[in-house]
Nanobody, 123 residues
């Protein structure tokens, strides 16, 4: 089992950058593939990015490809999402998630979730 806590959200102007972090508890972090999802008001939670156990493979939603970078530091039990060139449509609550299998892009494929961190991009 793994517990996840996101941080790093906030208010930023369009074109700006933010880096989200997801701290994982336990010594089994490297056993889990990880993902980032987001949910805007009135919308379903959507896939953003996923990364394999070692970090050697990554996947991105088309909407963030080239702007966002997912990475992980297994020594620090931490997952990251570097978000550049932010747009107002990136405004959402961002969640990290963990699962034993990779790749996973659907909500129902992930077993563990954090509580989320709010990202607001102003125009």
């Amino acid at each position: 089992q793994v517990q996840l806590v996101e941080s790093g959200g906030g208010l930023v102007q369009a074109g700006g950058s933010l880096r989200l972090s997801c701290a994982a508890s336990g010594r089994t972090f490297r056993s889990y593939a990880m993902g980032w999802f987001r949910q805007a008001p009135g919308k379903e939670r959507e896939f953003v990015a996923a990364i394999s156990w070692s970090g050697g493979s990554t996947y991105y939603a088309d909407s963030v490809k080239g702007r966002f970078t997912i990475s992980r530091d297994n020594a620090k039990n931490t997952l990251y999402l570097q978000m550049n060139s932010l747009k107002p449509e990136d405004t959402a609550v961002y969640y990290c998630a963990a699962d034993l299998h990779f790749p996973r892009r659907r909500n129902d494929e992930y077993d563990y979730w954090g509580q989320g961190t709010q990202v607001t991009v102003s125009s």
